[in-house]
């Protein structure tokens, strides 16, 4: 990326943009699509049915049909909708520090929203909290357990979720949950959870909702829809930001079972500018240069490149507490203490200040603010990784020899911070 003065930055945190910036192609197709037509989908229109089509083919069986829409919000309001309509039921589980979308409906179902500082929306009575399944700082953690009990112990909070319901004679609607969780500090869910969650949601009559808003589309390196990696199939699954590249354009896909429990509430939906003709020409154009240009594949290589470099970044420094990942979605958990793992929050900031100094582009999630998450374009290459790497062990080394003082960003009031870790039920 360049700013208004020509100056160069690596862009390490712009999933949206996933296949690069302007990619010529995508242009392209958009600019083409305009100049001919460029209506709302009420028209019939081949690009949205080519579209699908090509999306459904990368989809398991029975995911096989599309609803359009503008965004990753819209597009889980949507699956809420259709979670409700199918199972008749409205409790939802979702996990702690989950973002789903910025509607009053999905700040709803948000910890990552509603448990902020600040907030001014309260927990609903219909949504229930399981923990995140963070093996690294969360309520089983691999320092206390083996790696092997991490998916039963996490899961088991759900299937208690569950139970609880059933003791006041109700039933869950949906479980809804990132493949990846963004927000809460880029968590890799322990192998086999998902499987062991869905199949305890459905049992109980439930649908299973994946969110693949942040870690679709091939980023995930092993597979091109992350839940597949877990071995699991959800019900419903939401695809935002990666299918546009920076288009607005998103799509819930779900089983035709569901679609036909909402078509017959009678209630028509319409939408005016989802699966219009320019958005579907620009998000097949996506679709096409993420297959002809073996992004899934690039993603894997560069991905474990980078995991390499920056494990052996973290045998230097100290402050690096963790790194963990799949293909190019990765975060660095800092630390103040490798024995307590207290997060460094002032100290994440500080690093980002100044590597955007060196122009390098970075951000940090998770309830601490203390995890740089690295989700850049897919095209994101082995020089790229080598620069970001040799940036930041220079500011690192620059943090622990007290050579790093930025006014302003040396205190963050972790108490409000801490706030957002709380688990509610």
């Not at 709302?40 to 096989?64: E, Q």
């Not at 086999?192 to 299973?208: D, E, P, T």
Request: aromatic letters at 6%.
């Amino acid at each position: 990326m360049y700013d208004e003065q020509g100056h160069r930055y690596l862009d390490c945190i712009n999933n949206v943009a996933s296949v690069g910036h302007c990619h010529p192609d995508v242009v392209k197709a958009g600019s083409d699509q305009m100049a001919i037509l460029s209506t709302n989908n009420r028209f019939l229109h081949d690009n949205i049915v080519t579209f699908a089509a090509s999306l459904i083919d990368t989809m398991p069986s029975p995911l096989s049909v599309c609803f359009m829409v503008n965004s990753g919000s819209e597009a889980n309001d949507l699956a809420l909708r259709l979670a409700r309509a199918h199972t008749k039921n409205s409790d939802i589980i979702v996990l702690d520090h989950a973002y789903h979308g910025h509607l009053t409906s999905l700040v709803e179902i948000s910890p990552y929203k509603f448990n902020a500082p600040g907030s001014n929306v309260p927990k609903p009575d219909y949504v229930h909290i399981a923990p995140v399944p963070d093996v690294y700082r969360g309520k089983y953690s691999d320092d206390r357990h083996a790696k092997s009990e991490l998916s039963d112990l996490y899961s088991t909070e759900v299937v208690d979720i569950i139970n609880d319901l059933a003791r006041s004679g109700k039933k869950p609607c949906a479980y809804i949950a990132e493949s990846m969780q963004s927000c809460g500090g880029q968590i890799i869910l322990p192998d086999g959870y998902l499987q062991k969650v869905y199949s305890a949601v459905r049992a109980a009559g439930g649908v299973c909702i994946a969110d693949e808003v942040q870690c679709g589309c091939g980023r995930d390196g092993e597979a091109f829809w992350s839940f597949s990696v877990q071995g699991a199939v959800p019900d419903i699954v939401t695809i935002g930001k990666p299918i546009g590249n920076g288009h607005p354009v998103s799509v819930v896909v779900t089983t035709p079972e569901v679609a036909e429990s909402f078509g017959s509430t009678g209630m028509e939906y319409f939408n005016t500018f989802g699966g219009n003709p320019v958005s579907c020409a620009i998000a097949h154009a996506v679709l096409d240069v993420i297959k002809r240009e073996g992004l899934q594949e690039h993603c894997r290589v560069t991905g474990n490149y980078c995991m390499t470099q920056l494990k052996a970044l973290a045998q230097k420094h100290d402050i690096i507490g963790d790194v963990r990942g799949r293909g190019m979605f990765i975060g660095i958990d800092l630390v103040r203490d490798r024995q307590t793992r207290e997060p460094a929050s002032t100290e994440a900031q500080q690093v980002i200040t100044r590597m955007k100094e060196e122009y390098v582009l970075l951000s940090a999630d998770g309830p601490h603010r203390n995890v740089l998450k690295i989700k850049p374009p897919m095209c994101f290459n082995n020089d790229d990784v080598d620069e970001l790497v040799s940036k930041l062990d220079t500011i690192l080394l620059e943090l622990q020899t007290g050579a790093l003082d930025l006014p302003g960003l040396n205190m963050i009031d972790t108490t409000k911070l801490q706030a957002r870790s709380k688990v509610e039920s």
